[in-house]
Structures are given as C-alpha cells and as structure tokens.
C-alpha cells in the first residue's frame, strides 16, 4: 500500500515537474525609448516576438520608463519565476548587479552591459566594427566631404559608435570633416526627436550631407530632418531603411534581435551559459542593412568595397580600435 | 565675412524654430495671469494639444483638422482648470500640477490603446504636417548682399504656425493694452472686487482668459507634434510649459519682455547646439556636459542679476469669493 502511495506521489510529482518545465516563462525589460523606439529597443521586440511566434511561448514585458522602476521591475521578474530575464541596455547595469545578486537562481541577460556575476550574461556588440563600415558609406556618398554624427546621451557606448563611425570615414577620405553632437547627458535623451532634429539641421547648416543617428528614438527626427532637407540618413540597430526610402542610406545593424532571440531559446533548452558574449561582425552581431528601400542609393560599387573592408576586418588584416581602449 | 553672417543668420532660424512654442505659451500663460488664474498647467495642455494633434493627424492625414483638435483638446482643459479653480475656487497650483499629470499619463495610454504603438503615434505621411512655406522671392533673394539671405534664410521657410506666432505676439499685446475686454482682463488679475463693483462679471472674464490661454496652448502642442516633429511621443513637450512660464515671470508679465525672454531662452538653446564639439579659441573643445547646462547659467545669471523685482498681478493665486 505505501509503495503503491509511493509510486503516485513520485509520479504526481514527475508529472507536476514536466508541466513546470512545459511553462517555461521568459522575460524581457526594455529601457527608456520604448519597445517601438524602431530601434534598439524594437530590436528586441522583434526578437522576442520570434520566439512566441516559433515556440508559442508568451513572455513577460515590462517598458522602463523612469529610473525608480529598473530595480523594481528586474526584482518583479525575478519572483514571479521568470526563467530567464532580458535585460536590454547598459543603465540597467548598475541595478542588474545588485538585483542578481539577490536572486541567485534567476538567469539574467544583458545586453551592452557587463555585470560579472555566476547567473549573468553579458551580451556586447563591437559597435565600432559596423559603425566602420556605415561611416565608409557616409564618406563614399558624401559631396562635401562633411558628415554628421547625432548621438543619444552623452555615454562610453555611444563614443564607441562615433569612434568607429570616424575611422570608417577616414577610412575612405582622410581629409573629410566629422561633426560630432550628442542630445544630452541623461536618459532624456534617447526620446527628444525636436532636439535630434534640430542638432542635424545644425549639421546640415555647416555642409554635411550624410547624418548617422545613434540615438534611440531621437533618431526618428534626425532621419525626418534629413528628409525633409533633401540629405542622407543613417539609421541605427534596427534596420530604419524603410522610415524613408531613398533618404536613409542604410541602417548599422545591432543583431539584438537575434541576442534577446538566443538567449531564450539557450535558456529554454538548457545550453544558456552565463558569461560575456562579444558580437562584432565575425558573429554576424553587427553589419548594415542592404534591402529595396536602399538599394538605389547604396550602388554595387559601393556595397562591393564595404564588403571588401568586412573581409579584411573579420580576416584581422583591417584593426578597428574601439573608444574603451583609448580611455585607458 | 559672408561665412560668419550665413552662420548667424543660421542660429537665428534655428532661435525663431525654437522659440515659437515657448511665445505660445507664453503669450498663454501671460493672458491667464494677468486675470489672476496662475497657470503652471501650460506644460500639460500644451502636452494635450500635441497629442491630440497627431491623433487628429494620423487618423485623418489632414493637418488642418490635427490644428482643430489639438485647439479643441486644450480648451476642454482649460475649461476644467476654470471649472476647478474659479467656479469651485479650488487652489490654482495643486490643480494645474493636477492637468499635467493627468495628461502625461493620458496621452500616451490612449496613444497605446489606439495605435498600438507603445504611446507613440506616428504620422502617415507629408499631408498630415504643416509644410515650410517659402515666401515669394526666396529663391532668388540670396542673391541681394546681406539683406537677402537674411530674407531667405529667417524670414521664409518656416511653417504657418510660426508665422502665426510671430502675429500673435502684437495681438495679444493689442488686446491686452488697447481693448475694453484687455482693461478688464488686467483689473480682473489687480482688483476682482473694483471689477465686480462696476457690475462685470468676474467669473466670465477669467474663463474668457483661461480659453484664449487654452487656445494658444493648443497652438503650442500642434506646433510640437505636427509642424515641428513627425508625431507624438511620452513626454515631447520636456519642461517647455515650465521654461515659458519662467519667461513670463522674468519678463514681468509684460508681453513684449516676455517674448524677449523667450527668444533669450530658445538663442541658448540654439547656440548650445552649434557650439557642441566645435574647439572655441583659447579654451579648446568644451566638454558636452558644460555647453549644455549653458541655456540654465544664463538664465540663472539673467534673473539673479539684471531682471530686478518681478511684480505679479495682485489677485494672482486668489480665487474670487464675492461675499468676503
């Protein structure tokens, strides 16, 4: 009898843990900017929204939208069981350390930020390398030999991105004249399009006639301000070609999609590791974007060289330093 | 030399840009003070008409009805705000703090709610903004030495809404010093009672300031979303109602200094965007963080040094009560 008891307890319990398994529950934090930021954030959106298409398997989300609320949402995730959380953008670092910490048992990704913990991966892009290849595009379209640079707030990851932006162009032209704006010093910044488009137009006043945006969702006024005044945009993290055809030169690709993508389905079958992942155009992490929204301005001829410098970055022969090693 | 004067006269286009939401505002602000209704509630209605002009927008694609909106949506506002603070004579701050709020939480919760977009609302195409209107003779105007890229670089190529700024700035000013519905309005906001004696109605007047206010305001928020940007975000409005207001106060609620002050507040703005990464002679390259907190210093200087005493409309704040 108690063995018969035993046998029904055990296999209550085996099949209480396969339904805990089957409800895998995944989440994911998106920063300020928002999730339809048609940029960083929408990124991994999109990734996220792979998943639940290809596995069924909803996730939990949460939009930060005051800096009160990071802590408050990473610990909210952590309870409810959340099997893995997403953490998307370096300002959720600090918070991320600390929240880890507690949590022990929950698995955390991060994205453009380092947290060295045993249940964190810290996933980081060499935006240097695709920003190289965006700003030789910058510099091969470009007729005054003046390019622009609008940045979102004023941080290292973003340096990063005007840094490896610079080198590409320089790359191409050594004489050709870089402008360099950020929007602001706080977080503010990644949703002030008035202010991105006026910091283009400032640009466009002093001769550039290629913009590159890395400022979440005040890049949308920079790539319309670049439209409305007839120059070239360049889109960031998600590919923008589509927000205006013919005028958006190409997009810097930022596979966070294929990030927040991979590390759900890691976690779900097991194989997620905590650590650091460096993605950079070896990994297929970083690139730019090439679709028929784009395809009359960015020329074969031009696509043909930027393949060409990608080869010879991934191969070593071509060394794009990024904005860390030089604070050093 | 004609580098220099295209320069200038390329900071002063982008000035008049960022300057005209804040004239708005507070030519709004001006009208409602100086009935004696203190309105900080500028922030949140300016706020409201930029949501409702791009919700307007996006749904028509008409501009033209995106304006309408956006004017509607600010005087329902201001209605309320009259309706808390004069009829029930509420307290006028807690009640204009208690707008802003519900309008930043508002906007971008109907925004998600209608357009799926996460508090953003995007508009569908060219029609739906306020194109730039380039004045005759433009084209060929840079032609003519120093007054004509003068003409053609400030003068034309902004949208309607600027220029309707630039109007409303003498006319508010008109009606205040020179019409009858102006001498009440200014006695409403000294003396209630003085007013109430000569048998007009104190109630009816301030609402009257608190809608022309609402109106402007909505001008404001349509420029916002729908002249100046493409569409709406959480928050587009980033502390203009509050800026507008310290120019009013800083221009001794008078309209032409307040204006001034406006254009004071917006050249800061201009000037700190250009001057960005730009090596000065003699200091170098100034770090981001300093030439940005250049438009606060100034102001702080402005008012601590040269402003003097502000004199407020004598029944600002004081709700009127008949039987006293």
Known sequence: MIRVLGAVVLALTAAVSTAAAQKFQPAVIFDMGGKFDKSFNEAAYNGAERFKKETGIDYLEFEVTQEAQREQAMQRMARRGADIIVVLGFQNGTPLQKVAAEYPNSKFTIIDAVVDLPNVQSVIFKEHEGSFLVGMAAALVSKTGKVGFVGGMDIPLIRNF??????????????????VNMTGTTPAAWNDPAKGAELAI??????????????????IGVLQAAKDKGKFSIGVDSNQNYLHPGSVLTSM???????????????????????????????DGVGYALDEHNRSVLTPDIVAKLEAARADIIAGRLVVKDYYSTQK | MDAIWLQTLLLADSTVRLATPLVFCALAGLLSERAGVVNIALEGKML???????????????????????????????LLHGFATITHRGEQVVSGVAINIVVAGLGPTLA???????????LPGSDARFAPIELPGAGGAPAIPVLGPLYAEVVSGHNLLVYLAVAAVPTVAWILAKTRFGLRLRAVGESPEAVDTAGIGVEALRYAALLSAGLLCGLAGAYLSIAQNAGFIRDMTAGKGFLALAALIFGKWRPVPAVLACLLFAFADAAQVRLQGTPLPF??????????????????LLLAGFVGRAVAPRALGRPYVKDR
């Open chain 2, 112 to 122: 998600d709610a209608w357009f799926g977009q996460a508090g953003r609302i995007p």
């Open chain 2, 283 to 300: 200091v170098g390259t100034v770090p981001t963080q300093a030439i940005q907190a250049l438009p606060y210093l100034l102001t702080l």
């Open chain 2, 48 to 78: 409201g008409g930029a949501f409702a002009a791009a919700a307007a927008a996006a749904v028509t694609g008409s501009a033209w009805i995106g304006l309408l909106a956006a004017c509607t949506f600010a005087c329902a506002l201001a």
């Open chain 1, 253 to 283: 690709l930022k596979r966070v999609d294929v990030a927040v993508y991979n590390a759900f389905k890691d976690a779900r079958a097991g194989t997620w590791k905590p650590g650091r992942l460096d993605l950079g155009l070896a990994e």
């Open chain 1, 162 to 179: 005007a840094f490896g932006y610079e080198q590409g162009i320089k790359y191409v032209n050594p004489k050709a004249e870089l402008f």
């Open chain 1, 202 to 219: 400032s640009q466009f006043d002093r001769g550039a006639d290629v913009v590159y945006a890395a400022a979440g969702g005040t890049g």
